[in-house]
């Protein structure tokens, strides 16, 4: 029965005893924990700005990206519009040495026409592989210029030559 009713002693002392808990942890122990608390609080809010940042980056990343697919798409128009005039120029001048030829001799004109309309298709066909060439060497290099890229291209690779 005496765990019911407790002596004043005893009452005094766990009051001193939870007194000197309560100022040493007061004075020691919730400075630390509020502390602790504050730096974790800071840190999520770091990362979330952080998150943020990267996100708007990306963002840019690809509308840069995809202002130069465009800006390579039209130079890449261009450039067929010009070898298409090219074509038309060079064509036509076939056909005009052609017809002066075939007034001359119509079996040495039919040779020399097809012979120069192979090169001139030849020549069209080295020019535009070479323009995209050009092309295709300045969209890698520009793509590939940095080491995460050039990382994520030897990844995939690898992983292609792992599932094959």
């Known amino acids: 029965m005496e765990l019911f009713t407790p002596d004043l002693g005893l009452v005094f002392w766990m009051f001193i005893a939870f007194l000197v808990v309560f100022l040493v942890l007061g004075k020691w122990g919730w400075p630390v924990i509020i502390k602790n608390m504050n730096q974790r609080a800071d840190t999520i809010d770091k990362g979330i700005e952080d998150a943020a940042e990267a996100k ?17 798409q039209q130079k890449q128009a261009e450039m067929l519009r010009e070898a298409a005039k090219m074509k ?7 056909k005009v040495e052609a017809a002066a030829e075939a007034k001359k ?22 020019e535009v592989s070479r323009f995209s060439l050009e092309i295709a060497e300045k969209m890698v290099r520009k793509e590939m ?20």
């Open 105 to 126: 001799v119509m079996d040495a004109a039919k040779v020399s026409i097809e012979q120069q309309r192979k090169e001139a298709e030849l020549q069209f066909k080295n």
């Open 88 to 94: 038309s120029q060079i064509i036509e001048e076939a």
């Open 145 to 164: 210029a940095t080491d995460k890229a050039q990382t994520e291209l030897v990844d995939k690779l690898i992983g292609e030559i792992d599932r094959n």
């Open 56 to 72: 708007r980056q990306l963002e840019g990343a690809r509308e840069e990206a995809r202002k130069y697919m465009e800006e390579a």
